[in-house]
Nanobody
């Protein structure tokens, strides 16, 4: 059964770090682009980062602070978040691009099989 499960969220002080994990099952991870998205209250869901066989992509707001990686042996995608800012809090979701062997994109409609999300809070 196709499933994505996020974990690793929590409360952190400004400037702190968190590592989110997205555990995948039911498909071959390496065949698909995986994206990380976030949604804050009252805002639309936005793309944060994605990873495909050809590389990674980052939103301008997180470049230089967030790093995405993938461990195919563990069927897990990670999002290392450093230097967290007050504007980063949101529910973070991972999702699989619907079609195989496609490159990175932040178009939400290109993704399916969303996880349940993990809450990230940044506060002193």
């Amino acid at each position: 059964q196709l499933q994505l499960v996020e974990s690793g969220g929590g409360l952190v002080q400004p400037g702190g770090s968190l590592r989110l994990s997205c555990a995948a099952s039911g498909f071959t991870l390496d065949d698909y682009t995986i994206g990380w998205f976030r949604q804050a209250p009252g805002k639309e869901r936005e793309g944060v980062s994605c990873i495909s066989s050809s590389g990674a992509k980052y939103a301008d707001s997180v470049k230089g602070r967030f790093t995405i990686s993938r461990d195919n042996a563990k069927n897990t995608v990670y999002l290392q978040m450093n230097s967290l800012k007050p504007e980063d809090p949101a529910v973070y979701y991972c999702a699989r691009r619907i079609l195989r062997f496609r490159s990175c994109t932040f178009g939400v409609d290109n993704f399916g099989s969303w996880g349940q999300g993990t809450q990230v809070t940044v506060s002193s």
